[in-house]
């Protein structure tokens, strides 16, 4: 990280698309980050949110190919590039870098097994949860009344491509929920009413 390049990122700029040249990673130092892939047709699936201290595009300085998804900036980023010349170099004079690698790569996979069984078992509910509970993880802002307010305009069609769902169903389930008074919105910002509740919510099984 001595040797790493600082790069800023505004708000919705694009860091890399899925299938560019890949020449490094990079650290996020400050800002949030939207990591997604699209279908032939142009239907988006976010992987995942990645929030300051992530790393980003770290498959890159392995196989060298191009990049697997697409990365966008969803609040302004501050980040740290590391080419893949630079980090190579470092793993020939600190071969024990590899053990770090190997627990991240793992840590990866675990994250991807998560998903892959949330996609296959979860209700609808269960997945529209869990997408509503990452968002105010990385964008919430707890208020003195005990709700968690998603600080971001969030569209039901982010919501529908982060849980893997159709927006149709985004539509009645946030509906239920916001019935049920685990959910509500207030201008364009939804909040969590009950966290206890909806973390309940996200086990619900197929």
């Known amino acids: 990280m001595a040797n790493a390049k600082p790069q800023s990122l505004a708000e919705r700029e694009v860091l890399f698309e ?21 279908s032939p047709q142009g239907d988006e699936r976010i992987l995942t949110i990645l929030g300051p201290g992530s790393i980003v595009g770290e498959l890159a300085i392995i196989d060298g190919l191009p990049r697997s998804a697409t990365v966008v900036a969803i ?4 980040l740290s590039f590391i080419s893949r010349e630079a980090f190579v170099g470092c793993l020939r004079e600190y071969p024990e870098i590899y053990s770090d690698l190997v627990s991240t790569l793992v840590s990866r996979l675990r994250e991807a097994d998560k998903a892959m069984a949330a996609a296959s078992f979860l209700t609808v509910r269960a997945r529209v949860a869990r997408a509503l509970l990452e968002l105010a993880e990385h964008l919430g802002r707890e208020t003195e009344s005990g709700r968690i307010v998603i600080l971001h305009k969030i569209r039901q069609s982010d919501i529908a491509a982060m849980a893997g769902v159709a927006r149709e169903n985004v539509s009645r389930t946030l509906t239920e929920l916001k019935r049920r008074g685990l959910i509500g919105q207030s201008s364009s910002y939804y909040f969590i009413s009950d966290k206890r ?10």
């Open 75 to 78: 609040r302004d980023c501050k």
């Open 18 to 38: 899925a299938g560019d040249v890949a020449d490094g990673c990079y650290r996020l130092e400050q800002g949030l980050l939207k990591v997604s892939i699209a």
């Open 197 to 206: 509740k909806l973390l309940r919510e996200t086990e619900d099984i197929v």
